[in-house]
Protein backbone atom coordinates (compact mmCIF):
# COMPACT_ATOMS: atom_id res chain seq x y z
CA UNK A 1 0.00 0.00 0.00
CA UNK A 2 0.80 3.14 -0.92
CA UNK A 3 -0.51 5.48 1.62
CA UNK A 4 -0.84 4.07 5.47
CA UNK A 5 -3.80 3.26 6.44
CA UNK A 6 -5.87 3.76 3.06
CA UNK A 7 -5.64 1.67 -0.24
CA UNK A 8 -3.87 4.10 -2.62
CA UNK A 9 -1.83 2.45 -4.52
CA UNK A 10 -0.22 4.60 -6.94
CA UNK A 11 0.44 8.66 -6.54
CA UNK A 12 1.86 10.87 -9.44
CA UNK A 13 3.27 14.57 -8.40
CA UNK A 14 2.42 16.56 -11.06
CA UNK A 15 4.89 20.19 -11.07
CA UNK A 16 3.22 22.92 -12.76
CA UNK A 17 4.67 26.62 -13.17
CA UNK A 18 2.22 27.47 -10.40
CA UNK A 19 1.02 25.08 -8.50
CA UNK A 20 1.39 21.27 -7.67
CA UNK A 21 -1.09 18.86 -8.68
CA UNK A 22 -1.20 15.59 -6.62
CA UNK A 23 -3.23 12.64 -8.37
CA UNK A 24 -3.66 9.39 -6.44
CA UNK A 25 -4.90 6.49 -7.28
CA UNK A 26 -6.57 3.70 -5.38
CA UNK A 27 -9.75 2.11 -4.56
CA UNK A 28 -11.61 3.40 -1.96
CA UNK A 29 -9.70 6.69 -2.03
CA UNK A 30 -12.45 8.91 -1.62
CA UNK A 31 -13.17 8.25 2.14
CA UNK A 32 -9.36 8.83 2.53
CA UNK A 33 -9.77 11.83 1.10
CA UNK A 34 -12.74 13.12 3.08
CA UNK A 35 -11.10 12.40 6.04
CA UNK A 36 -7.65 14.10 4.71
CA UNK A 37 -9.84 17.66 3.97
CA UNK A 38 -12.05 17.40 7.46
CA UNK A 39 -8.45 18.29 8.90
CA UNK A 40 -7.09 20.54 5.85
CA UNK A 41 -8.05 24.28 7.56
CA UNK A 42 -9.97 25.56 4.06
CA UNK A 43 -12.58 28.18 5.21
CA UNK A 44 -15.26 26.30 3.74
CA UNK A 45 -16.60 23.65 0.82
CA UNK A 46 -18.79 23.58 -1.91
CA UNK A 47 -19.53 20.35 -3.84
CA UNK A 48 -20.90 19.39 -7.78
CA UNK A 49 -21.41 16.61 -7.62
CA UNK A 50 -22.97 14.31 -10.74
CA UNK A 51 -26.52 13.71 -10.53
CA UNK A 52 -26.07 10.27 -11.08
CA UNK A 53 -23.01 9.59 -8.31
CA UNK A 54 -25.67 11.59 -5.88
CA UNK A 55 -27.82 8.99 -6.95
CA UNK A 56 -25.71 6.09 -7.08
CA UNK A 57 -23.59 6.76 -4.08
CA UNK A 58 -25.44 8.19 -1.15
CA UNK A 59 -23.09 7.15 1.84
CA UNK A 60 -20.49 9.27 -0.30
CA UNK A 61 -22.55 12.07 0.14
CA UNK A 62 -23.53 11.27 3.55
CA UNK A 63 -19.71 10.93 4.71
CA UNK A 64 -19.53 14.32 2.92
CA UNK A 65 -22.32 16.02 4.97
CA UNK A 66 -21.22 14.67 8.29
CA UNK A 67 -17.24 15.16 7.89
CA UNK A 68 -16.96 18.83 5.67
CA UNK A 69 -20.77 20.75 6.39
CA UNK A 70 -20.77 21.76 2.48
CA UNK A 71 -22.15 25.26 2.48
CA UNK A 72 -23.47 24.41 -0.50
CA UNK A 73 -23.93 21.05 -2.79
CA UNK A 74 -25.14 21.89 -6.60
CA UNK A 75 -26.17 18.55 -8.31
CA UNK A 76 -25.12 18.72 -12.24
CA UNK A 77 -26.83 17.01 -14.86
CA UNK A 78 -24.40 15.84 -17.02
CA UNK A 79 -25.18 17.12 -20.72
CA UNK A 80 -22.59 18.38 -22.69
CA UNK A 81 -25.37 21.76 -22.94
CA UNK A 82 -24.30 22.00 -19.45
CA UNK A 83 -20.83 22.74 -20.07
CA UNK A 84 -22.42 26.08 -21.00
CA UNK A 85 -21.83 30.20 -19.76
CA UNK A 86 -25.92 30.18 -18.84
CA UNK A 87 -25.27 27.09 -16.32
CA UNK A 88 -21.70 28.22 -15.01
CA UNK A 89 -24.04 31.80 -14.04
CA UNK A 90 -26.62 29.41 -12.22
CA UNK A 91 -23.23 28.02 -10.67
CA UNK A 92 -21.49 31.20 -9.51
CA UNK A 93 -24.56 32.16 -8.01
CA UNK A 94 -24.35 29.26 -5.69
CA UNK A 95 -20.83 29.77 -4.62
CA UNK A 96 -21.46 33.63 -4.28
CA UNK A 97 -24.38 32.46 -1.75
CA UNK A 98 -22.26 29.92 0.10
CA UNK A 99 -20.14 32.57 0.66
CA UNK A 100 -17.08 30.55 -0.61
CA UNK A 101 -14.15 32.56 -0.55
CA UNK A 102 -10.69 32.55 -1.39
CA UNK A 103 -9.80 30.32 1.09
CA UNK A 104 -12.49 27.88 0.79
CA UNK A 105 -12.09 24.92 -1.94
CA UNK A 106 -14.28 22.74 -4.28
CA UNK A 107 -14.71 19.75 -4.61
CA UNK A 108 -16.10 17.97 -7.59
CA UNK A 109 -17.54 14.47 -8.15
CA UNK A 110 -18.65 13.01 -11.41
CA UNK A 111 -17.04 12.38 -15.25
CA UNK A 112 -15.47 15.18 -17.17
CA UNK A 113 -18.38 17.23 -17.52
CA UNK A 114 -18.66 17.77 -13.83
CA UNK A 115 -14.78 17.95 -13.88
CA UNK A 116 -14.36 20.98 -16.78
CA UNK A 117 -17.39 22.99 -15.47
CA UNK A 118 -16.21 23.04 -11.68
CA UNK A 119 -12.61 23.35 -12.34
CA UNK A 120 -13.01 26.62 -15.07
CA UNK A 121 -15.52 27.57 -12.15
CA UNK A 122 -12.37 27.46 -9.91
CA UNK A 123 -10.26 28.78 -12.01
CA UNK A 124 -11.92 32.35 -11.93
CA UNK A 125 -13.45 32.53 -8.98
CA UNK A 126 -11.85 34.92 -6.80
CA UNK A 127 -8.90 35.19 -9.24
CA UNK A 128 -8.55 31.16 -8.82
CA UNK A 129 -9.51 28.80 -5.95
CA UNK A 130 -8.16 25.13 -4.76
CA UNK A 131 -10.50 22.35 -6.47
CA UNK A 132 -10.00 18.95 -5.47
CA UNK A 133 -11.59 16.61 -8.29
CA UNK A 134 -12.50 12.91 -7.65
CA UNK A 135 -13.18 11.76 -11.01
CA UNK A 136 -15.71 8.85 -11.88
CA UNK A 137 -15.69 7.53 -15.32
CA UNK A 138 -12.48 6.44 -16.56
CA UNK A 139 -12.13 8.52 -19.62
CA UNK A 140 -12.21 11.09 -16.64
CA UNK A 141 -9.72 9.18 -14.69
CA UNK A 142 -7.85 8.06 -17.67
CA UNK A 143 -7.36 11.73 -19.29
CA UNK A 144 -7.72 13.21 -16.10
CA UNK A 145 -7.62 17.00 -15.57
CA UNK A 146 -4.31 18.34 -15.89
CA UNK A 147 -3.84 21.78 -16.57
CA UNK A 148 -6.49 22.23 -18.87
CA UNK A 149 -10.10 22.67 -18.33
CA UNK A 150 -12.95 24.45 -20.31
CA UNK A 151 -16.19 24.90 -21.30
CA UNK A 152 -18.51 25.44 -24.58
CA UNK A 153 -19.66 28.27 -26.55
CA UNK A 154 -22.88 26.66 -28.28
CA UNK A 155 -21.92 24.37 -30.31
CA UNK A 156 -18.24 25.32 -29.93
CA UNK A 157 -16.80 22.67 -27.81
CA UNK A 158 -14.05 23.64 -25.39
CA UNK A 159 -13.91 27.47 -26.72
CA UNK A 160 -13.74 29.07 -22.89
CA UNK A 161 -10.70 27.60 -20.85
CA UNK A 162 -7.92 28.37 -18.53
CA UNK A 163 -5.03 26.25 -17.63
CA UNK A 164 -6.15 24.91 -14.25
CA UNK A 165 -5.01 21.81 -12.52
CA UNK A 166 -6.73 20.45 -9.25
CA UNK A 167 -4.62 20.35 -6.09
CA UNK A 168 -5.61 17.04 -5.69
CA UNK A 169 -6.96 14.67 -7.84
CA UNK A 170 -8.52 11.11 -6.45
CA UNK A 171 -8.92 8.40 -8.95
CA UNK A 172 -10.58 5.84 -6.77
CA UNK A 173 -11.17 3.22 -8.90
CA UNK A 174 -13.92 1.61 -7.21
CA UNK A 175 -16.10 4.19 -9.16
CA UNK A 176 -15.79 2.21 -12.39
CA UNK A 177 -17.37 -0.45 -10.85
CA UNK A 178 -20.74 0.61 -11.60
CA UNK A 179 -19.86 2.32 -15.14
CA UNK A 180 -21.89 0.80 -17.93
CA UNK A 181 -19.65 -1.51 -20.35
CA UNK A 182 -20.20 1.69 -23.44
CA UNK A 183 -18.68 4.11 -20.83
CA UNK A 184 -15.91 1.84 -20.24
CA UNK A 185 -15.02 1.70 -23.97
CA UNK A 186 -15.27 5.44 -24.09
CA UNK A 187 -12.53 5.68 -21.63
CA UNK A 188 -10.31 3.22 -23.22
CA UNK A 189 -10.33 5.77 -26.22
CA UNK A 190 -7.79 7.98 -24.32
CA UNK A 191 -5.97 5.29 -22.85
CA UNK A 192 -5.53 3.74 -26.04
CA UNK A 193 -4.54 7.30 -27.48
CA UNK A 194 -1.85 7.82 -24.93
CA UNK A 195 -0.06 4.68 -25.68
CA UNK A 196 0.02 4.38 -29.05
CA UNK A 197 1.22 8.35 -29.04
CA UNK A 198 3.92 7.72 -26.50
CA UNK A 199 4.66 4.12 -25.71
CA UNK A 200 5.59 1.10 -27.05
CA UNK A 201 5.58 -1.04 -23.95
CA UNK A 202 2.14 0.43 -22.78
CA UNK A 203 0.73 -0.56 -26.41
CA UNK A 204 1.98 -4.01 -25.44
CA UNK A 205 0.53 -4.56 -22.79
CA UNK A 206 -2.73 -2.89 -23.83
CA UNK A 207 -2.53 -5.57 -26.47
CA UNK A 208 -2.44 -8.44 -23.97
CA UNK A 209 -4.83 -7.09 -21.80
CA UNK A 210 -7.45 -6.66 -24.10
CA UNK A 211 -7.07 -9.67 -25.90
CA UNK A 212 -10.34 -10.93 -25.06
CA UNK A 213 -12.07 -7.81 -25.88
CA UNK A 214 -13.57 -7.15 -22.91
CA UNK A 215 -15.21 -10.01 -22.03
CA UNK A 216 -13.01 -9.92 -18.38
CA UNK A 217 -13.16 -5.83 -17.85
CA UNK A 218 -14.47 -5.95 -14.41
CA UNK A 219 -11.17 -8.10 -13.71
CA UNK A 220 -8.82 -5.50 -15.02
CA UNK A 221 -6.29 -3.69 -13.10
CA UNK A 222 -8.08 -0.52 -13.11
CA UNK A 223 -5.11 1.14 -11.01
CA UNK A 224 -2.08 0.26 -13.24
CA UNK A 225 -4.43 1.29 -16.68
CA UNK A 226 -4.99 4.30 -15.09
CA UNK A 227 -1.56 5.46 -13.94
CA UNK A 228 -0.02 4.44 -16.92
CA UNK A 229 -2.19 6.72 -18.83
CA UNK A 230 -1.86 9.43 -16.78
CA UNK A 231 2.02 8.86 -16.13
CA UNK A 232 2.02 10.17 -19.81
CA UNK A 233 -0.31 12.50 -20.18
CA UNK A 234 1.50 14.02 -17.16
CA UNK A 235 4.88 14.36 -17.91
CA UNK A 236 3.89 15.56 -21.45
CA UNK A 237 2.10 18.49 -20.16
CA UNK A 238 4.80 19.25 -17.12
CA UNK A 239 6.97 19.49 -20.41
CA UNK A 240 5.48 22.23 -21.75
CA UNK A 241 2.26 23.23 -19.29
CA UNK A 242 0.74 26.17 -22.21
CA UNK A 243 1.24 23.90 -25.12
CA UNK A 244 3.81 26.52 -26.41
CA UNK A 245 6.52 24.26 -27.68
CA UNK A 246 4.49 21.28 -29.55
CA UNK A 247 5.34 18.81 -26.86
CA UNK A 248 2.31 17.57 -26.40
CA UNK A 249 0.27 17.66 -29.73
CA UNK A 250 0.12 13.83 -29.67
CA UNK A 251 -1.86 14.24 -27.16
CA UNK A 252 -4.34 15.54 -30.30
CA UNK A 253 -3.59 12.42 -31.97
CA UNK A 254 -7.30 11.92 -33.48
CA UNK A 255 -8.87 14.51 -32.18
CA UNK A 256 -9.09 17.11 -34.98
CA UNK A 257 -10.80 14.53 -36.68
CA UNK A 258 -12.58 14.10 -33.62
CA UNK A 259 -13.70 17.74 -33.13
CA UNK A 260 -15.20 17.88 -36.37
CA UNK A 261 -17.58 14.46 -36.00
CA UNK A 262 -18.85 15.68 -32.89
CA UNK A 263 -19.76 18.72 -34.14
CA UNK A 264 -20.94 17.64 -37.53
CA UNK A 265 -23.67 15.30 -34.80
CA UNK A 266 -24.28 18.57 -32.83
CA UNK A 267 -22.77 16.41 -29.82
CA UNK A 268 -24.67 13.81 -30.02
CA UNK A 269 -21.66 11.21 -30.69
CA UNK A 270 -20.17 11.02 -27.94
CA UNK A 271 -16.65 12.01 -27.41
CA UNK A 272 -14.42 8.47 -26.53
CA UNK A 273 -16.39 7.10 -29.79
CA UNK A 274 -15.41 10.11 -31.67
CA UNK A 275 -11.88 9.53 -30.68
CA UNK A 276 -11.73 6.37 -31.39
CA UNK A 277 -13.08 6.79 -35.05
CA UNK A 278 -10.47 9.73 -35.55
CA UNK A 279 -7.81 7.40 -34.52
CA UNK A 280 -8.85 5.01 -37.09
CA UNK A 281 -8.77 7.96 -40.11
CA UNK A 282 -5.37 9.50 -39.02
CA UNK A 283 -4.08 6.10 -38.81
CA UNK A 284 -5.07 5.28 -42.04
CA UNK A 285 -3.90 8.66 -43.61
CA UNK A 286 -0.49 7.94 -41.75
CA UNK A 287 -0.28 5.02 -43.66
CA UNK A 288 -1.57 6.41 -47.33
CA UNK A 289 1.28 9.33 -46.18
CA UNK A 290 4.30 6.47 -45.89
CA UNK A 291 4.78 6.88 -42.50
CA UNK A 292 2.67 4.01 -40.71
CA UNK A 293 3.45 0.61 -41.44
CA UNK A 294 0.41 -2.00 -42.30
CA UNK A 295 1.32 -4.00 -39.40
CA UNK A 296 1.40 -1.37 -36.95
CA UNK A 297 -1.69 0.19 -38.13
CA UNK A 298 -3.50 -3.18 -37.89
CA UNK A 299 -2.34 -3.59 -34.17
CA UNK A 300 -3.90 -0.23 -33.65
CA UNK A 301 -7.12 -0.56 -35.08
CA UNK A 302 -6.74 -4.17 -33.23
CA UNK A 303 -6.77 -2.24 -29.54
CA UNK A 304 -9.65 -0.02 -30.85
CA UNK A 305 -11.53 -2.91 -31.94
CA UNK A 306 -11.11 -4.80 -28.94
CA UNK A 307 -12.88 -1.61 -26.93
CA UNK A 308 -15.41 -1.93 -29.29
CA UNK A 309 -15.44 1.57 -30.59
CA UNK A 310 -17.00 2.43 -34.11
CA UNK A 311 -15.90 1.44 -37.33
CA UNK A 312 -18.23 4.25 -38.90
CA UNK A 313 -20.01 8.29 -38.50
CA UNK A 314 -23.35 6.76 -37.83
CA UNK A 315 -24.51 9.68 -39.13
CA UNK A 316 -25.06 11.09 -42.78
CA UNK A 317 -22.54 13.81 -43.67
CA UNK A 318 -20.51 14.64 -46.98
CA UNK A 319 -16.47 14.21 -46.90
CA UNK A 320 -16.50 17.88 -47.48
CA UNK A 321 -18.33 18.90 -44.37
CA UNK A 322 -15.53 16.81 -42.57
CA UNK A 323 -12.99 18.83 -44.65
CA UNK A 324 -14.43 22.19 -43.76
CA UNK A 325 -14.23 21.91 -40.38
CA UNK A 326 -10.69 20.35 -40.02
CA UNK A 327 -9.54 23.62 -41.77
CA UNK A 328 -10.83 25.01 -38.72
CA UNK A 329 -9.65 23.07 -36.77
CA UNK A 330 -6.95 24.94 -33.70
CA UNK A 331 -3.72 23.08 -35.24
CA UNK A 332 -4.93 24.22 -38.92
CA UNK A 333 -3.63 27.45 -40.19
CA UNK A 334 -4.94 29.53 -43.21
CA UNK A 335 -7.34 26.83 -44.73
CA UNK A 336 -4.67 24.50 -44.75
CA UNK A 337 -5.35 20.40 -43.14
CA UNK A 338 -2.59 19.95 -40.36
CA UNK A 339 -2.87 16.95 -38.67
CA UNK A 340 -0.98 14.88 -35.82
CA UNK A 341 -0.14 11.53 -37.24
CA UNK A 342 1.59 8.11 -36.10
CA UNK A 343 5.15 7.16 -37.38
CA UNK A 344 4.85 4.04 -36.18
CA UNK A 345 3.44 2.80 -32.54
CA UNK A 346 5.03 5.59 -29.79
CA UNK A 347 5.91 8.15 -32.15
CA UNK A 348 3.93 10.58 -33.85
CA UNK A 349 4.39 13.96 -35.78
CA UNK A 350 2.32 16.83 -37.58
CA UNK A 351 1.95 16.92 -40.96
CA UNK A 352 1.39 20.38 -42.35
CA UNK A 353 -1.04 21.05 -45.50
CA UNK A 354 -2.14 17.61 -45.91
CA UNK A 355 -3.54 16.72 -49.07
CA UNK A 356 -7.02 17.43 -49.33
CA UNK A 357 -7.47 14.80 -52.06
CA UNK A 358 -6.14 11.52 -49.49
CA UNK A 359 -8.10 13.21 -46.88
CA UNK A 360 -11.40 12.76 -48.84
CA UNK A 361 -10.71 9.40 -49.96
CA UNK A 362 -9.48 8.00 -46.80
CA UNK A 363 -12.58 9.84 -45.37
CA UNK A 364 -15.22 8.43 -47.74
CA UNK A 365 -14.83 4.94 -46.21
CA UNK A 366 -15.71 5.82 -42.93
CA UNK A 367 -18.87 8.34 -43.36
CA UNK A 368 -21.99 6.01 -43.76
N1 LIG B 1 -10.22 18.82 -19.16
C1 LIG B 1 -9.76 17.67 -19.58
O1 LIG B 1 -8.56 17.39 -19.54
C2 LIG B 1 -10.71 16.64 -20.12
C3 LIG B 1 -10.23 15.36 -20.43
C4 LIG B 1 -11.13 14.42 -20.93
C5 LIG B 1 -12.47 14.75 -21.12
N2 LIG B 1 -12.88 16.02 -20.85
C6 LIG B 1 -14.30 16.38 -21.06
O2 LIG B 1 -15.07 15.44 -20.35
C7 LIG B 1 -16.34 15.29 -20.98
C8 LIG B 1 -16.67 13.83 -21.10
O3 LIG B 1 -16.54 13.24 -19.83
P1 LIG B 1 -17.08 11.77 -19.49
O4 LIG B 1 -16.82 10.88 -20.62
O5 LIG B 1 -16.56 11.45 -18.15
O6 LIG B 1 -18.66 11.97 -19.50
P2 LIG B 1 -19.75 12.46 -18.44
O7 LIG B 1 -19.18 13.35 -17.42
O8 LIG B 1 -20.86 12.99 -19.29
O9 LIG B 1 -20.23 11.10 -17.77
C9 LIG B 1 -20.77 10.07 -18.57
C10 LIG B 1 -21.96 9.38 -17.92
O10 LIG B 1 -21.49 8.49 -16.90
C11 LIG B 1 -22.26 8.70 -15.69
N3 LIG B 1 -21.38 8.33 -14.59
C12 LIG B 1 -20.32 9.03 -14.12
N4 LIG B 1 -19.67 8.28 -13.20
C13 LIG B 1 -20.35 7.14 -13.06
C14 LIG B 1 -20.16 5.97 -12.26
N5 LIG B 1 -19.11 5.83 -11.46
N6 LIG B 1 -21.09 4.99 -12.34
C15 LIG B 1 -22.13 5.09 -13.20
N7 LIG B 1 -22.34 6.13 -14.01
C16 LIG B 1 -21.47 7.16 -13.93
C17 LIG B 1 -22.61 10.15 -15.75
O11 LIG B 1 -23.72 10.42 -14.92
C18 LIG B 1 -22.95 10.31 -17.24
O12 LIG B 1 -24.24 9.85 -17.50
C19 LIG B 1 -16.22 16.00 -22.30
O13 LIG B 1 -16.90 17.23 -22.22
C20 LIG B 1 -14.73 16.25 -22.48
O14 LIG B 1 -14.46 17.41 -23.21
C21 LIG B 1 -12.04 16.95 -20.34
Given at each position: MFLKNSKISRHLKVLLPDRRQDIFIGEDSASWII???ASSGYSGFVVFCDHNIANLYK????EIKDKLEPADIILVKPTEANKSIEFLNLCLERCVKANLNRNGCLIAIGGGVVGDLAGFLASVYMRGIDMVFMPTTLMAQGDTIINKVAISYKLLKNVIGSFYSPVITVCDTNFLKSLPKKEISLGF???????LVYSQTFTKSLSGILSSSM???????WDY??????????RLVEKDPHDKLGTHKGLSYGHTLANALEGLSNFNFRHGDAVGLGMRISGEISKSLGFLKKEDLELQNSLINAVVLPLKFPHSVNPDQVIDY???????????INLVVLEKIGKHRVVKNVDEKLVREVLETFLS
Amino acid sequence: MFLKNSKISRHLKVLLPDRRQDIFIGEDSASWIIEKLASSGYSGFVVFCDHNIANLYKNLLSEIKDKLEPADIILVKPTEANKSIEFLNLCLERCVKANLNRNGCLIAIGGGVVGDLAGFLASVYMRGIDMVFMPTTLMAQGDTIINKVAISYKLLKNVIGSFYSPVITVCDTNFLKSLPKKEISLGFSEIIKHALVYSQTFTKSLSGILSSSMSDWKTYDWDYLVYESLKIKSRLVEKDPHDKLGTHKGLSYGHTLANALEGLSNFNFRHGDAVGLGMRISGEISKSLGFLKKEDLELQNSLINAVVLPLKFPHSVNPDQVIDYLKRDKISINEQINLVVLEKIGKHRVVKNVDEKLVREVLETFLS
